[in-house]
Nanobody, 120 residues
Framework: QLQLVVSGGGLVQAGDSLRLSCAASGHFFSRYSIGWFRQAPGKEREIVAFGPWNGDTKYYADSVKGRFTISRDNAKNTAYLQMDSLKPEDTAVYYC?????????????WGQGTQVTVSA
């Protein structure tokens, strides 16, 4: 069992940076791959970044590639999403989720979400 707590959201201006954290409590965090998702008002939830537990190639959605970076510190049971050069279209609620499966499969545990608002 994992409990995930997301933090680090806020209101920023276009071009600014934010770092989201996904702190896990429980066991075997290092064995879970982490996905970062977002959902904007009126839109479906989408995955923006995925970091496999074993360090394999990370995935980024085209819309964030080159601007967002997913990372983790297993010693701290925490995953991160560094978001640079933020744009108004990045405004959404951001979630982290953990899975023992593939990026497109079912996620075992979800964080509560944090609001990111980017003003023009």
């Amino acid at each position: 069992q994992l409990q995930l707590v997301v933090s680090g959201g806020g209101l920023v201006q276009a071009g600014d940076s934010l770092r989201l954290s996904c702190a896990a409590s429980g066991h075997f965090f290092s064995r879970y791959s982490i996905g970062w998702f977002r959902q904007a008002p009126g839109k479906e939830r989408e995955i923006v970044a995925f970091g496999p537990w074993n360090g394999d190639t990370k995935y980024y959605a085209d819309s964030v590639k080159g601007r967002f970076t997913i990372s983790r510190d297993n010693a701290k049971n925490t995953a991160y999403l560094q978001m640079d050069s933020l744009k108004p279209e990045d405004t959404a609620v951001y979630y982290c989720a953990a899975t023992t499966g593939s990026m497109t499969g079912e996620y075992n545990f979800w964080g509560q979400g944090t609001q990111v608002t980017v003003s023009a």
